[in-house]
């Protein structure tokens, strides 16, 4: 049993930006429903469209044999590019989080006030820690210095300086939490 090879007339020209229309309006839910199974609803519309800007920029490649096959086969390379991307970016993933996690409120008079406050203690606290434990605190919450670089500035051990660390935050929170 031979399987017979698609000919000319089977095959389809990738479409000029008119086709491409009436494609979106043939293959587009499917192609929706598809991507909201494996990436969520909030992505589907942008990936159906990441297929759609795909097939125009590779529409003066020639013809397809079956559209509809090829379609979803640029949808699953859409999907696994968007995979590399988030997996390369975790930050991207976890900025999303937030963004839907924590609530959007307004800046009001009353926030700003209490964000002078908490800021003031947290300025009062810090001047309240032991110099060493404070230097080690800065040199990593501000200044951004890794425990090893911390150590070599201050010319003490890197476990000295995770002490140091843990204190200052243990203590920073102590006063922060007797002053609210």
């Known amino acids: 049993m031979s399987m017979a090879l698609p000919t000319d007339s089977d095959r389809t020209a990738l479409p000029?930006?008119?086709d491409l229309e009436a494609w979106l309006v043939q293959f587009g839910p499917g192609l929706?429903?598809?991507?909201?199974k494996r990436a969520g609803a909030a992505d589907a519309d942008d990936l159906v469209q990441e297929v759609f800007v795909r097939l125009h920029a590779r529409a003066a490649g020639g013809q397809v044999d079956n559209v509809e096959r090829y379609?979803?086969?640029?949808?699953?390379?859409?999907?696994i590019s968007r995979h590399r991307h988030d997996s390369a970016r975790p930050w991207s993933r976890q900025s999303q989080l937030l963004d839907t996690m924590s609530p959007v409120e307004d800046v009001t008079p009353e926030r700003v006030l209490i964000g002078r406050q908490e800021y003031q203690r947290m300025i009062e606290a810090l001047r309240k820690l032991p110099p060493r434990a404070r230097e080690a605190f800065i040199f990593h919450r501000f200044e951004e210095m890794s425990h090893p670089a911390i150590a070599r500035r201050m010319g003490i051990s890197v476990i000295a300086v995770r002490k140091l660390i843990s204190r200052a935050m243990t203590r920073i929170v102590e006063i922060m939490e007797e002053r609210a």
């Open 32 to 36: 929706r429903r598809y991507f909201t």
């Open 71 to 79: 379609l979803f086969t640029v949808a699953n390379h859409v999907l």
């Open 16 to 18: 000029a930006a008119p």
